[in-house]
């Protein structure tokens, strides 16, 4: 915490600009030793929040034609001076920066360093540091919503609500406890109890938002299955709208999976084209339709498709049979020929799709219908609604809900009121659990390990 880090910030490869990081105390006499303005002031004397036009000697060497920003803690990034050498992209020129910026002085920056030192300096709390790298990772415009809105601090604002209600709780307790002479009343009032109630309202609502919020951020598992030919692989070349998969009249033509990934309005759905779901002698065929039946199990939606054109049989049925109710939409395929089937033995699928894969009719509805089943209810406005992502978080908040649950059972039994302040203890740490107010190194170095090093 106390030395000066440096990194490319930038992607490796080819382009137009390249940047070069280096945040520390040593930043700007770093700067001094490579760095000579066009203006021709000393580092001293160039402006805070400025960027400087000049060029990067190595001794003698020219380097390269550069733009330097300077800005200096305590209201940067870090909270402690920050250099940014803005120089021409390109893997040699970064590099050589970078190497002269370590000869001077500075050290290599450890993956996630500079983020970390920001959470460390308190400019950030854990929950916003986790949503830069969320952020960067963002594949839809909904996922960085979410990422956006914990980064502004709302869920630490919540978790910071929720601390206040139990803090109200415990200062009660613990006059009772403390001082008994006093004379106060065992049984909370009727305000303290319903600060727990809003508690536990709270963080159900938030742990519930969670299997939601990961469907944004990482996307939606969708598995499109049947049995061998009525149209799966069609379904998925008309949903990518072009040939991903081969689809021909013979049946068990896909034999292995097949996953791509889409934006549906704004959530990453990533379909699985799995092989016919069928008894069959054919050793590789059969190992497409055992891991057919694994991805029924993984998946978070299953597109149950049926050939509209023949009656149900018993193939179909098995496929059934093993699909979860609550997480099926049923697929009336071959829209374009006579209908024949019969779909009201499928009793648990509420919701069946008229579709033709063939000539692409009723592909908008099934999409809609997939978009409703994933923001159903609880995401629909990520600007409104406060939207967990992290299993880290749901973790914390399910310690949380069960340390006051326990509170109401010790209230309802006429338990000892210091039974009361152990499980208020362990609902207030796990809510700083969630902000990082108490953390381990394990922890840290495991969060700050999934980013990059230059971030």
Not at 74 to 85: A, G, L, W
Not at 271 to 288: S, Y
Not at 384 to 395: A, D, G, M, Q, Y
Request: aromatic fraction near 4%; charge should be negative; include cysteine.
């Amino acid at each position: 915490m106390f030395d000066t880090i440096a990194a490319i910030s930038t992607p490796r490869g080819e382009g137009g600009i390249g940047i070069v990081r280096i945040s520390g105390p040593d930043s700007l006499c770093i700067l001094s030793k490579i760095f000579t303005p066009k203006s021709g002031k000393s580092i001293e004397d160039l402006r805070n929040f400025s960027i400087n036009y000049g060029h990067i000697y190595d001794g003698e060497t020219l380097v390269d034609e550069v733009m330097v920003s300077i800005m200096k803690g305590p209201n940067t990034y870090t909270k402690e001076d920050i250099v940014e050498v803005n120089c021409h992209g390109g893997f040699l020129i970064t590099e050589r920066v970078l190497e002269l910026i370590l000869k001077k002085g500075a050290r290599i920056s450890e993956l996630g360093e500079f983020t970390r030192r920001a959470f460390l300096n308190g400019r950030i709390d854990l929950t916003q540091a986790e949503s830069v790298m969320d952020l960067i990772h963002g594949k839809t415009d909904k996922s960085i919503s979410l990422s956006l809105n914990q980064l502004r601090g709302d869920l630490r604002e919540q978790i910071g609500h929720l601390k206040k209600l139990l803090l109200d709780v415990a200062a009660h307790v613990n006059v009772v406890l403390d001082y008994p002479e006093e004379g106060i009343d065992d049984p909370l009032p009727l305000d303290l109890v319903d600060n727990l109630h809003v508690v536990m309202n709270t963080t159900d609502a938030l742990i519930k938002s969670y299997d939601k919020g990961k469907m944004i951020k990482e996307g939606v598992k969708t598995a499109i299955v049947g049995k061998p030919n009525v149209g799966k692989s069609s379904l998925l070349n008309s949903i990518l709208k072009e040939e991903r998969a081969i689809v021909t009249h013979i049946a068990g033509t896909t034999r292995d999976i097949i996953e791509e990934v889409i934006n549906l309005k704004g959530v990453p759905l990533i379909l699985v084209d799995t092989a016919g779901i069928r008894k069959t002698e054919d050793f590789v065929e059969n190992i497409g339709v055992e891991k057919s039946k694994e991805m029924i199990e993984k998946a978070d939606l299953v597109l149950f498709v049926v050939d509209g054109s023949r009656e149900l049989d018993i193939e179909d049925m098995e496929i059934y049979n093993t699909i979860d109710a609550g997480k099926v939409i049923g697929l009336m395929n071959k829209m374009d020929v006579e209908t024949k089937i019969d779909v009201t033995p499928l009793t648990k699928i509420k919701k069946w799709i008229k579709i033709s894969a063939k000539e692409n009719t009723g592909i908008d509805a099934m999409e809609d219908e997939i978009y409703r089943y994933v923001v159903s209810g609880q995401v629909e406005d990520s600007s409104e609604k406060l939207v967990i992502t992290n299993v880290r978080h749901k973790s914390a908040l399910e310690k949380t809900k069960d340390a006051v649950r326990n509170i109401f059972e010790t209230i309802d039994s006429g338990y000892p009121m210091d039974l009361i302040a152990v499980d208020l203890k362990e609902g207030l740490d796990a809510l700083s659990e969630v902000t990082g107010e108490i953390s381990n190194e394990d922890l840290l170095d495991h969060i700050f390990s999934n980013f990059c090093v230059g971030k």
